[in-house]
């Protein structure tokens, strides 16, 4: 079974740029999460969607990130403009349903210069 | 608010040396606690769920158990490849029905030695 795959691996950026990362879940899961790891703490979810529904958006600074998930499949994370503090691994996970285990993919390190 | 709190931060065991990992927790509601292991450049990797006070899961190795407050992640005999940081995550009931996000704690960063 193939696992989460997510784009790019790694992204350099300066300051006030943008940029989108691209997750693709595991086949048949219906939830998907983006979660920001910074370095040295835990996962903090960001946006999670059951199909191309937002479920809980709380955490995401909507006046910078926005998230999409088109057919409830793919999903794009994208940030517009970037500040030195998103410097962080962007993690994407799926699961069955919300309240199975999730799976994560390998995640997308940004570094804001 | 739910709060997840993990000790030691870092933790260096010889090969063999067994040790426990705390993760103690503040949450309205438990629906469930998860272990989660991360390797450096990877996503965390699903272990363990426990559900209610007293719950004991085993994966090799590793033993995970639960109480009202705290559980703890036992490794016995470690090795090296056991090497690894351990993610704590609490899920709780949500008052309006179904269930809130994963809370992680920090982890504790885990080097066996040989």
């Known amino acids: 079974e193939a696992g989460v795959a997510q784009s790019p691996r790694y992204k350099i950026i300066e300051k006030r740029q943008s940029v989108a990362f691209w997750c693709n879940p595991i086949?048949?899961?219906?939830?998907l999460y983006w979660y920001q790891q910074i370095l040295g703490q835990g996962p903090k979810l960001l946006i999670q969607?059951?199909?191309?529904?937002?479920?809980?958006d709380s955490q995401l600074p909507k006046d910078r990130f926005s998230a999409e998930r088109l057919k409830g499949v793919d999903s794009t994370l994208k940030i517009q403009p970037a500040k030195l503090e998103d410097s962080a691994v962007y993690l994407c996970?799926?699961?069955?349903?919300?309240?199975?285990?999730?799976?994560f993919g390998p995640g997308t390190r940004l570094t804001v210069l | 608010e739910d709060q997840v709190t993990q000790s030691p931060e870092a933790l260096r065991l010889q090969e063999g040396e067994s040790s426990s990992l705390n993760c103690s927790y503040t949450?309205?509601?438990?629906?469930?606690l998860f272990w989660y292991r991360q390797d450096p450049g990877k996503g965390p990797e699903f272990l363990f769920t426990?559900?209610?006070a007293g719950e004991e899961k085993e994966k090799e190795r590793l033993k995970a158990t639960l109480t009202k407050k705290e559980s703890f992640l036992h490794i016995t005999a470690p090795k090296p490849e056991d090497s690894a940081t351990y993610l704590c995550?609490?899920?709780?009931?949500?008052?309006?029905?179904?269930?809130?996000?994963?809370?992680f704690g920090a982890g504790t960063r885990l080097a066996v030695h040989p």
């Open positions: 996970a799926s699961s069955l349903g919300g309240d199975n285990e999730q799976f």
């Open positions: 086949s048949g899961h219906a939830t």
């Open positions: 969607f059951q199909n191309n529904g937002v479920v809980d």
């Open positions: 949450v309205s509601g438990l629906r469930g």
């Open positions: 426990l559900y209610s």
């Open positions: 995550a609490v899920q709780a009931w949500a008052a309006s029905g179904g269930y809130n996000k994963l809370i």
